[in-house]
């Protein structure tokens, strides 16, 4: 309720400030390379010796941040990152499904359009995007409950990775208050997020916060570099490595 008050305050003042922010800031283009992949292929491709390793399948799924945008090419991004961090540990056969401006309606409706086949995990990163929109905290969370409902029906996963929303207050490409605003709005989407994952025992949630320094962020001020991509990958890594390695 509180951050619909004040944008019906501020609306003004935020509307000139988001029209100011999308004609200064450049546009970037996603990463280059492949989105899908298998690691053990890759190392057979190297002419090097394939260890019996887990096999993990990976989905990840998402908007402007999961597909890259930010760093040149996928290995530089999340996918290549987790991969990456993954490499020693399973043999991963991974796919990509993201697009610049996603929101999480919109994740949906993606997953629902690929085919139904079993993933044994799925990293997910949605939330930006929808905190830029008048849609509300308790809007926001039932949205992530569909997005998660659907994960489980269309690709019977027993592990979904959320990602929490960035901290916007921090983002260099929004003048204040709009970042403030932006900020503010992303910590609530957060707090409700943690408090239902916390009830799912398939659901992990993986915090950028403390990692997101805006000199590591990519040129537009706006999404993430590859220090952030890298940190990223390694976080959802750990998650997978905990509750996987022992299997």
Known sequence: MLHQFVLLVMAPIFWAQGKYVRKSIPCLREAEGPRQGHSAQAERNRGRTVQNKQKLRILLIGDSAAAG?????????????????????????????????????QVIQSARLHPKQMYDVVVVSAGVNDVTKPTSAAQWLKQQQMLTHTLRHQFSCPHIILTQIPPMGRFPALPHPLRWYLGSKAKSFNKQLHHWVSTQPDCEIVNLEGELEPSHMASDGFHPGPVIYQYWGQAVAKLIEARWSSR
């Open 69 to 105: 945008v930010g760093a040149k090419h996928q290995s530089q991004a999340l996918s290549g990152q987790l991969i990456a961090a993954l490499r020693p540990f399973f043999q991963v056969e991974w796919q990509l499904i993201a697009k610049t401006g996603y929101t999480t309606k």
